[in-house]
């Protein structure tokens, strides 16, 4: 017994991490109605300044830093820091969250994620990859306390007892003072607030500042124990949000209470886990399963009364074009493509490939997202889930080539189906705060997972057909042709069935679906089979892509299937354009290993100026032209041809300021 | 199916929320080819009981649409049995063509619409929208874009909505609020033409002039409660009807 206590008291360094992450997220949700997905990298600048302060006497500044001649000591070190986290929290939201702050659930999301990807590519940029060692924060002068066997630092108490008051202090601003009931009144009606005499960009600032200083502290506190990792330090964020759905996105002490009882529960967990009863194949990543099942379980529990404003207003996407073949402009895209292939070689023919492929787990976003309205951040796990299931039992089943691939998506298919339940009862921010949840628990618990995916990978033979090999690498060629082409033969045919579904009459249930649930029903549409059909055919395009990325690899390694590269996908496809396929082939040329990102690491050689770049522009996407750069370049080429055509008399006149009409009604909604 | 089971027969519906009771069992038939109006006084619970009786709000009672008993199947189901419905607010898909929002319900996805989409030819569905579209009097914009109709005409394009994919029974919820009193006498004659093929309509609208010119049959709900039903011209010398919504006589009606 006193080992398990021993372990829940290990455990509440990283609990007050979570609660303090925890009450941070709320005091953002109620301010401003976003939920922040950056929450864990803006709380992990401020301890990285710290950390640098005190090892190398630099100040880092978001660009630029500043050289102390010594050591400028803890007090100093620590003002600057939290002064650092009131600058990041400040920016982030009059850079990204101020600008979105009326704009559709979806752009929300995006923008919060943007900036999760910008500041955690910044950090690795500015303070490297490798987990930094963080000195103490409270000095370790005192005895330990021995209580009936259990071992107490004094610290762990006194960070405890930090965050409780600080969770607190937060509790009374928000119940007590004017401004924190302004606060909370400005979030729902801001007009209101305005009539009151507040400012509510002013108020969700200083809201914003607040949740930063909260979660900047705590990482102060946990960070000796855990050191400091842009990846972790991030994701940490996870949990958190597992947190506040407990907390029913409103309660500061359930927040404060359940997150430090989640890091005790972990930590007793993590014990566990080296028991000798515990099955060796589920070791690995359980602490990353328990936010999922506590996410899924709270959603069971009071799954409609969670406070969901985005659920009012109806899901406003960029508008789509129904899209159609035609063989001519089909057959030359083709042509062109596979020439270029051809033309190419070595990098430049794998990024060109690689771009490929990852159109496909574009289109996969198109379907759930633009299509189905739904907000999935679990997509890339799907794709994980077939190359997996290729790389651990395809080869050994001897299914030939083509089958093969469609029967590891179909087992795509059916996570697809799993995670699609939660889908049938929510939507918007918090199915994305599910999603993310599901897909770190997949990649902990499987990819993750060494006595199922070997550390050096599992090895995926070369897919052969009639004796053809298709296989990427032959003897010094590590990028052949014959592989290029079969992927462009896959990636084509995805693309006509993406267009042949998007045209019919699923395609359209799709779209009354993500318009207007309750309309979509009245039209005899069932709503529940369409959004797992919807789910289950953006896995089956996800799960494809996993197969071939496999392919592309020679063997499955998990780094090509987390969730950072996930949100970089949706990021991609985002900024592509959501709704169109070939929004999906833009996304693929941006994608991680694409084209763009061979152009760029071609010239700069560093992969994580790719992820800032990408995650800025994001931020841009967002705020400014929610339909991505295909929509964009659409609607410009209609608008100049409809202006050529004014010159001719008549008719088309009308389709001109129908376009001007469009374009306006456009950037209504994206304000 | 007997002559008697023939269109709508809801019987004893209740709706509640939470403490409040919206609809008191209230029981409604509407026979193939009748007009039927629903009337009574804001928040007498009509919207509330075409809800409960299409299955979008939880209720007590029963529904039996031509001699089927529809009582706790889903919305989407009651609407391919038959049971169509607008919404007060017209509730398009306003990034849609109107004839995209028609196609919704005239083609609702099934087991095997995936396999379809992808490898059969599309079947040519213009005819069946353009006469849908007729009905109401859109014909010839079906390309126009929802979002950008007027609310009256937003309507117009949910009874057409309505009626593509079969109905056999409309519920009009005020369908002809946003139309001025030229277009809902127009209105009127319109259901006529959508009764004489063999659909029953059930209507609830404000406009008792509309009403009275074109039910066979009105029923009035005041508080949760039915408080009368009968022809037009009954309803006009009812002094319950009268106290309870008109206020006063009702001079003239339909002139």
């Not at chain 1, 108020?203 to 990482?219: D, E, K, P, Q, S």
């Not at chain 2, 199947?73 to 063509?97: I, N, V």
Request: aromatic share 8%; glycine share 10%; with cysteine.
């Amino acid at each position: 017994m006193s080992t398990y206590l021993q372990f829940a008291v290990f455990g509440l360094s990283l609990g007050v991490l979570y609660a303090a992450l925890a009450n941070g997220l709320i005091m953002v949700y109620r301010a401003t109605g976003i939920i922040n997905f950056a929450m864990g990298a803006m709380a992990m600048w401020g301890g990285y300044v710290y950390a640098f302060l005190r090892k190398e006497s630099v100040l880092y500044l978001p660009v630029g830093q500043v050289y102390f001649p010594d050591d400028p000591g803890f007090w100093l070190s620590l003002i600057l820091a939290l002064a650092s986290s009131v600058l990041v929290s400040a920016l982030v939201y009059f850079l990204a969250f101020r600008p979105v702050r009326q704009a559709p659930v979806l752009a929300q999301v995006v923008v919060s994620i943007a900036v999760m990807l910008t500041l955690q590519a910044l950090a690795l940029i500015r303070f490297g990859g490798d987990t930094v060692r963080v000195d103490r924060f409270l000095a370790a002068d005192a005895d330990a306390w021995k209580i009936g066997g259990v071992t107490i630092e004094p610290q762990t108490v006194w960070f405890t007892v930090i965050v409780v008051v600080l969770s607190a202090l937060l509790w009374a601003y928000l119940r007590f003072t004017r401004q924190g009931m302004a606060t909370r009144a400005a979030a729902s009606n801001e007009r209101a607030a305005i009539l009151m005499g507040y400012s509510p960009s002013r108020l969700a600032a200083i809201a914003m500042i607040l949740a930063g200083l909260i979660a900047t502290v705590a990482v102060l506190l946990t960070a000796p124990t855990t050191g400091l990792n842009p990846v972790s330090y991030t994701l940490y964020v996870v949990p958190a949000l597992a947190v506040m759905l407990v907390a029913k996105m409103s309660s500061i002490g359930v927040a404060t209470g359940f997150g430090i009882a989640l890091g005790a529960f972990q930590s007793i967990l993590a014990y566990l886990v080296t028991q000798s009863w515990w099955p060796e194949w589920a070791a690995s990543g359980v602490d990353q399963v328990v936010p999922l099942m506590i996410v899924m379980i709270a959603l069971l529990a009071f799954g409609n009364k969670l406070p969901a404003r985005g659920s009012l207003q109806t899901m406003r996407l960029p508008d789509v074009d129904i899209p159609r073949i035609r063989p001519v402009s089909a057959t030359v895209v083709f042509v062109v493509a596979a020439a270029l292939l051809a033309l190419s070689q070595d990098e430049w023919r794998f990024g060109l490939t690689t771009s490929l492929i990852m159109t496909v787990l574009a289109l996969s976003y198109v379907i759930v997202t633009g299509y189905l309205g739904q907000i999935s951040l679990v997509q890339v796990a799907f794709a994980g889930t077939s190359g997996f299931v290729l790389s651990k039992f395809g080869q050994d089943v001897g299914i030939p080539f083509p089958i093969v691939v469609v029967v590891c998506a179909l087992t795509a298919v059916v996570v697809g189906l799993v995670v699609a339940l939660p889908a049938l009862r929510i939507r918007g921010a918090q199915l994305a705060i599910v999603t993310l949840t599901a897909a770190l628990a997949i990649e902990r618990f499987v990819f993750n997972n060494y006595s199922l995916t070997p550390a050096e990978g599992n090895n995926i033979g070369a897919p052969q057909l009639f004796g053809l090999d298709f296989g990427i690498r032959q003897g010094p060629d590590v990028s052949r042709l014959a592989f290029s082409w079969m992927v462009l033969v896959v990636v084509a045919v995805m693309v006509l069935v993406f267009v042949r579904v998007a045209s019919g009459d699923l395609g359209r249930a799709f779209l009354a679906v993500r318009a207007n649930e309750r309309a979509a029903a009245s039209a005899g549409i069932d709503v529940r089979m369409t959004k797992m059909t919807g789910f289950a055919l953006s896995a089956f395009f996800a799960g494809v892509a996993g197969c071939l990325i496999g392919y592309s690899h020679g063997q499955l390694s998990a780094s090509s299937f987390t969730v950072f590269v996930g949100l970089q996908i949706l990021a991609v496809a985002y900024l592509g354009g959501i709704t169109s396929w070939g929004g999906a082939v833009v996304a693929g040329m941006l994608a991680p290993l694409g084209l763009v990102h061979t152009v760029i690491d071609h010239f700069w050689t560093t992969g994580n100026t790719y992820a800032l770049v990408a995650g800025l522009l994001l931020i841009l996407t967002a705020i400014l032209n929610p339909s991505g750069i295909a929509g964009a370049t659409k609607h410009q080429i209609a608008f100049v041809r409809a202006h050529r055509g004014r010159r001719q008399p008549g008719a088309v006149a009308e389709t001109a300021a129908e376009i001007d009409a469009n374009a306006n009604r456009e950037r209504t909604t994206s304000v | 199916m007997s002559e008697s089971q023939a269109g709508l027969h809801a019987h004893g519906i209740t709706v509640r929320y939470g403490g409040v009771t919206a609809v008191e069992h209230v029981s409604i038939s509407v026979l193939p080819g009748q007009i039927v109006g629903l009337i009574g006084p804001n928040g007498a619970g009509k919207t509330s009981f075409v809800d409960a009786i299409t299955g979008f709000a939880q209720a007590e009672g029963s529904v039996v649409l031509d001699g089927r008993d529809l009582t706790g199947l889903k919305p989407h189901q009651r609407r391919s049995a038959g049971l169509a419905r607008t919404w007060q607010a017209g509730e398009l898909f306003s990034t849609m063509t109107i004839e995209e929002n028609v196609l919704t319900s005239a083609a609702p996805p099934g087991a095997a619409t995936l396999f379809r989409d992808i490898f059969l030819r599309r079947p040519d569905r213009r005819a069946t929208v353009d006469g849908h579209l007729d009905v109401v009097g859109l014909s010839g914009r079906a390309e126009v874009s929802a979002g950008s109709l007027t609310l009256g005409q937003q309507k117009l394009v949910g009874v057409a909505r309505a009626l593509a994919g079969g109905a056999s029974i409309l519920l009009l919820d005020e369908p002809a609020a946003g139309l001025d009193s030229n277009e809902s006498l127009e209105f009127a004659d319109r259901m006529r033409r959508i009764t004489d093929h063999g659909a029953g309509i059930l209507i609830i609208d404000h406009d008792v002039d509309l009403m009275i010119k074109a039910c066979d049959l009105i029923y009035v709900l005041e508080f949760g409660k039915l408080i009368f039903q009968g022809t037009p011209s009954e309803m006009r010398s009812d002094q319950r009807v009268i106290a309870a919504y008109l206020g006063s006589p009702i001079e003239g009606g339909a002139a």
